[in-house]
């Protein structure tokens, strides 16, 4: 049973250690709200929302998830007594139209309490079966084909499983073609172009079918299941659908529509865990892969992708990269690691997401705290 007696949301600065370019804006330094649950019996819980600095991905900030998740949501399951953690999101999104981020945020943090109340992890308590997930790097968008060329190389030589290479219009096909001829014929590669295309430019992106990439991730409109349907039927190239897919519904309709043949999973953008596993058992019943998608996370949104990827359907590798690509110190301990091989291993002997958070750290960073204790708008 869960019984939420309040929440502290946090507001971190985290500088990574590089900007991270795509096609729709940079980002140098992330803004993370990390929650805090405390249950009546005790337990403490941590999540983090995926919500961007700006409305460039999808239509949340941190500061809409922030409003949503104080005003609205938050309200719904404080002071609540509650079955499992499987009946959140529905109480959730009765009534209150996206905000997925949000809802994700409190939906996966009462997981970690579930989890822990029941002392097993995480994975165990999402019915993973993995020990290890494979791995990939997402890399943002360089200067030049060469420097994109000898990222990909770097990378691929730390072991990463997949390479994804960011893409938009004047940055594609040559950027694309230099790192096939940097890494191989055999090296799974892919690029994402954050629906930068339209379908006009249908006759360019099929060039990108001669470079064999395992998939291309949302070339259109980030609600345009039809005209990736068309798009579809003129490439080889598999589409891998990410931003379209914001509910289960969505993945059906790509699935019925053939708008792609690939989804990537980001338990955030589409309300947390108990849709991501109707998504994933959803694509398991038609063959469908997916892999987990990641958004810059700290190591606490980490420990939850790396939960989830643990599901058997998880087939192809996530961007699941370690604490040591995206920042110079992560917030928890230990830190994500990757082996030789690209894979990152589960923490499945561990209670809850496997980590634990550093306070000391978190405190120096937070920016803007807030206790929601649910007295102020749960008559609402
Ligand atoms: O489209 O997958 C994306 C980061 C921010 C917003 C959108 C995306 C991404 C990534 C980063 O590709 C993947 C990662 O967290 O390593
Ligand atoms: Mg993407």
Request: hydrophobic share 40%.
């Amino acid at each position: 049973m869960l019984h939420i007696e309040r929440i502290t949301l946090r507001e971190i600065r985290l500088p990574l250690k590089e900007p991270f370019r795509i096609s729709s804006g940079v980002v140098s330094e992330r803004r993370i709200c990390l929650l805090e649950l405390h249950d009546a019996d005790g337990t403490v819980g941590w999540s983090e929302c995926v919500a961007g600095e700006l409305p460039n991905y999808s239509a949340e900030t941190i500061d809409t998830a922030w409003h949503a998740m104080t005003e609205w949501l938050a309200p719904r399951v404080i002071g609540k007594t509650i079955e499992h953690p499987d009946r959140v999101f529905a109480l959730l999104d009765h009534n209150i139209r996206g905000h997925n981020m949000a809802k994700a945020a409190i939906e996966m943090g009462c997981w970690d309490v579930g989890a822990r109340q029941r002392s097993v992890s995480l994975s165990r308590l999402l019915g993973g079966t993995r020990d290890r997930v494979a791995t990939g790097i997402s890399i943002g968008i360089q200067q030049n084909p060469a420097a994109l060329a000898q990222r990909a190389r770097a990378a691929f030589d730390q072991g990463y499983r997949k390479i994804k290479v960011k893409i938009q219009p004047g940055a594609d096909i040559e950027f694309v073609r230099a790192v096939r001829e940097e890494l191989g014929a055999a090296v799974h590669l892919m690029a994402d172009a954050n629906s930068a295309y339209t379908l006009a430019d249908a006759d360019h992106l099929a060039r990108l079918d001669a470079l064999n990439l395992i998939m291309l991730e949302q070339p259109l409109g980030r609600d345009d299941l039809v005209r990736h349907a068309a798009l579809q039927q003129r490439l080889t190239t598999p589409i891998c659908l990410d931003e379209s897919i914001t509910d289960v519904d969505r993945a059906e309709d790509m699935i019925a529509l053939k708008s792609g043949r690939i989804i990537n999973i980001k338990p955030g953008r589409v309300g947390g865990f108990s849709v991501s596993k109707a998504i994933h058992d959803l694509c398991q019943r038609n063959a469908i892969p997916v892999w987990c998608g990641g958004m810059l996370e700290s190591g606490v949104g980490r420990a939850h992708n790396v939960a989830l990827a643990s599901l058997a359907n998880f087939t192809l590798p996530g961007d699941l990269s370690p604490s040591s690509r995206y920042w110079a110190k992560d917030i928890v301990t230990p830190e994500w690691t990757m082996d030789a091989d690209g894979m990152v291993h589960v923490p499945r002997d561990r209670p809850g997401i496997g980590v634990t958070v550093n306070m000391d750290r978190v405190d120096g960073l937070t920016v803007r705290k807030s206790e929601l204790n649910g007295a102020a708008r749960a008559a609402a």
